[in-house]
């Protein structure tokens, strides 16, 4: 048995991810986790995208791979994209409910909420990520109250990769995260803040998730960068929601046992 419950950030052929959902279920169990998500890219990721055919199939999959292998349970997911400075993402209405699960992060290629925010929020964010240009304060701020009412008018179950290609000020979005019961992922292949602001936005008081965002099997529950973080900073791994116990989610429902 793994001291870790579950690995809640994963990709799969559905999206640009290398393996099958029988895949990382069947490595997940190797790793001794008694969950897993499959959390391909939301709609609204231009070339990766899920769409409402690729997700009914995947729910298809995800019960049959569930009735073969009770000793795991497998949550139907997404990594929503945020899509503008309101805060608006691409789940919406009932498209909820095709999820168990819904993690939600800042991509680079996505289609923008709409044409003003195509030229607000997008293409400033693309280009800046790009071209390396320095982010100006105003950016950061408008980053910042993005994630912000992303995290207030929709009930995400965890920001991923917080900062990545999308600079803000980590400890705000922490503290609004803690408010609303939505975790703040660290992610095993990016960490985009310092040791600084990690601890920065533990004082929040909000709950942290340790996630591989694995994009092949053998990167499930890869999370080097994060032991290494915590160890750095002293902050204790059984404080992670994923550690030892099944996470509390925000939206994701209980488990039945
Ligand atoms: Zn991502
Ligand atoms: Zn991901």
């Known amino acids: ?25 069947r490595r997940a169990k190797e790793m001794g986790l008694r969950e897993i998500a499959i959390t391909d890219h939301g709609l609204s990721h231009i070339a990766f995208g899920l769409d409402d055919d690729k997700v009914l199939r ?24 945020l899509l503008g400075r309101n805060g608006v993402i691409d789940v919406v209405n009932d498209e909820w409910d095709w999820f168990d699960i819904v993690l ?7 289609w923008p909420e709409n044409t003003k925010e195509a030229f607000g929020f997008w293409f400033p964010a693309l280009f800046g990520n790009t071209l390396h240009i320095p982010v ?3 950016r950061r701020i408008s980053n910042t109250d993005a ?12 920001i991923t990769h917080v900062g990545l290609g999308f600079p803000c000020y980590v400890k705000e979005v922490a503290a609004a995260a803690a ?36 994009h092949s099997e053998g990167r499930i529950l890869e999370i080097n960068a994060v032991r290494s973080l915590l160890q750095r900073t002293g902050y204790p791994i059984e404080r992670l929601a994923n550690y030892g ?9 209980p488990r039945e046992e």
């Not at 939600?104 to 996505?110: E, L, P, R, S, V």
């Not at 994630?147 to 965890?158: E, F, L, M, T, W």
């Not at 116990?245 to 429902?253: D, E, L, T």
């Open 1 to 25: 048995m793994n001291s870790f419950y579950g690995d809640y950030h994963t990709h799969t052929v559905f999206s640009h991810g290398k393996g099958t959902i029988w895949e990382n279920v």
């Open 58 to 81: 995947m729910r298809e999959t995800v019960e049959q791979v569930k009735a073969e292998n009770p000793e795991i349970n497998i949550l139907l997911g997404v990594e929503a994209n």
């Open 104 to 110: 939600c992060g800042y991509h680079n290629f996505i």
């Open 179 to 214: 408010e609303y019961g939505t975790f703040i992922e660290l992610n095993g292949k990016h960490l985009c803040f310092t040791d600084k602001e990690f601890e920065d936005m533990a004082s929040t008081g909000v709950t942290f998730i340790a996630n591989s965002d694995a």
């Open 136 to 138: 100006k304060e105003k």
């Open 147 to 158: 994630y912000i009412k992303a995290i207030q008018n929709n009930p995400i179950d965890v």
């Open 245 to 253: 116990k099944r996470p509390a989610f925000r939206y994701c429902k």
